[in-house]
């Protein structure tokens, strides 16, 4: 495939991010400015804020990208950014800012699905360092994040058919909720996981809906296991056991996701898994898939688990490459599916 260096935003939630990418692998620059610290007052991701904070923030991040690389917009092949799906507010600030810079610089500009990214974070490494096998297909890929739970196979570059998705939560929300309950801090993925590291998985015995003959998952009825759980253990004593019920739910989601994914692998005879999106930052659910033999797992690296731009831009490059050029006029879509 062509050569080509490719400048991506992303703004689809509470991540201001841009980076700059080359042949789709090798990142050049990439930086990320969170808002975790301003939603967690809320104990989620606040919309308006989001979008308000993106508009301060869009200008210093592109800033920064490029010193950070050290070349110019002239550099530059093309503009990827993040069309959906996600906030609304949010993705038209980084939307404007990648028009701009397409018309201002003369440059195609490519608009990019947010899963579609997050499936491409398993092409990236730093440029200079050792580069990772490319991921082959067909794979099966889980994609896991706040807002998605999904499976897709994935037979060729770009082309997706999804087996199955959750028919309420998304992992990545089930543990934002699940946290809350326990009295933990957002975002809460990362806090029950710190939780969980001191705590018995096999202390509390939570549902494991497995939805047989399908490849769709369910947590609200585990979330709502815990809810009764903490009620029943509020009614005892007035300390809950905070590690070992963050275990405990922290396992029946891991055990879930695994073991779906690896009976679609082997329904579908794909020798490759791929986990992508937040939740793939999770370090139990990665041991899972690490420690099987029978499939070759690629997993990001923790910086590209959750959002950045560098996913962007290696899915805009596969896009840019196979002619995939967005006109200038197009929307945002914020309930965009990948297939
Ligand atoms: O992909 P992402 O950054 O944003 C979306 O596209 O939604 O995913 C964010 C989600 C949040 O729900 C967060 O709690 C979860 O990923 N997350 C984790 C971990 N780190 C982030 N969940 C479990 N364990 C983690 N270590
Ligand atoms: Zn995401």
Redesign the pocket.
Known sequence: MKSARILAIET??D?TACAILENGRALLASIVASQMDIHARYGGVFPEVASRQHVLSIIPVVEQTLVQSNLSLQDMDAIAVTRGP?LAGSLVVGMNMAKGLALGIGLPLVGVN?LEG?IYSSWIYNAGESIPPEPQFPLMALL?????TELNLVTDHLTYQRLGSTLDD????A??KV?RLLGLSY????S??RAAESGDPARFKFPRAKLEGTYDFSFSGLKTAVLYEVNELKKKSTTLPVEDLAASF?SAVVDVLFKKTLQAARDYNTKEILVA???S???A?RQAFQSQKDFKVHIPPFSL???NAAMIAAAGYYRFALGHISQLDIDVQPTWRLS
Do not use: K, W, Y
Not at 144 to 148: D, W
């Open positions: 689809s939630c991540e996600g947010h997050h896991v994040s706040g807002g998605h998304a992992a990545g929300e543990f934002d946290a975002p809460g993925g990362p029950i996981q922290q999106g937040g939740v930052a999770n370090r659910l688990c959750t959002d």
